[in-house]
């Protein structure tokens, strides 16, 4: 069964940067489309960026041109890396596959604060 374990969150003032990485258990990752996912305070848990098999991206509006998704799949992992971080970026991060597969993970909080 393939695992997915988040890391790199923290806390962090506005406008600052983050790097979040996943790693996954099993290879069969290299076949999926992955995503970055998040949960903020009394929310549902929202898609927020996607890459494809071969390196095609998307993101949701609200992080356009601020956080970029990259993927290594020698390494079975996934990044997001967070540029221009706001309050409202505050979450706990999950990665997954889209459509999601694989168990959730523990994920990776993220506190935009001063």
């Known amino acids: 069964q393939v695992q997915l374990v988040e890391s790199g969150g923290g806390l962090v003032q506005p406008g600052g940067s983050l790097r979040l990485s996943c790693v996954a258990s099993?290879?069969?990752?290299?076949?999926?489309?992955m995503g970055w996912y998040r949960q903020g305070p009394g929310q549902l848990r929202e898609l927020v960026a996607t890459?494809?098999?071969?390196?095609?991206?998307n993101y949701a509006e609200s992080v356009k041109g601020r956080f970029t998704i990259s993927r290594d799949n020698a390494m079975k992992s996934v990044y997001l890396q967070m540029n221009s971080l706001k309050p409202e970026d505050t979450a706990v991060y999950y990665c997954?596959?889209?459509?999601?597969?694989?168990?959730w993970g523990q994920g990776t909080q993220v506190t935009v604060s001063t």
């Open positions: 890459i494809t098999t071969t390196g095609n991206t």
């Open positions: 997954n596959s889209r459509p999601t597969r694989i168990g």
């Open positions: 099993g290879s069969i990752v290299t076949g999926y489309t």
